[in-house]
């Protein structure tokens, strides 16, 4: 039997290609009061799913509901909401 190791990026830049579909089951929603568009979730996402801006803004399309954004957040902006919820 053989084994892959797992978290190997054979083609960078293809989770573009990866929509998330219905399985996610919580997303991130800023705070424009908070956000100063600082970029920090935007370099820590690991998918193509924050825009840089003011505030910043998600791509539920590509946006998987890790919760790396919202605990990068130095100024927690973003809040991690059930899916479905405000």
């Known amino acids: 039997m053989r084994?892959?190791?797992?978290?190997i990026v054979?083609?960078?830049?293809?989770?573009?290609q990866t929509e998330t579909g219905s399985w996610r089951t919580f997303r991130?929603?800023?705070?424009?009061k908070k956000?100063?568009?600082?970029?920090?979730?935007?370099?820590?996402?690991?998918e193509p799913?924050?825009?840089?801006?003011?505030?910043a803004v998600v791509d539920y399309?590509?946006?998987k509901g890790c919760g790396i954004c919202a605990n990068e957040c130095p100024f927690k902006?973003?809040?991690?909401v059930p899916e479905g919820r405000g």
């Open 61 to 63: 399309k590509y946006c």
């Open 49 to 55: 799913a924050i825009g840089e801006g003011k505030p």
């Open 28 to 32: 991130p929603v800023v705070d424009a």
């Open 10 to 16: 054979t083609d960078a830049g293809n989770t573009a």
């Open 35 to 46: 956000c100063t568009g600082c970029g920090i979730c935007w370099i820590f996402c690991p």
């Open 3 to 7: 084994i892959t190791v797992g978290a």
């Open 77 to 80: 902006a973003i809040t991690m």
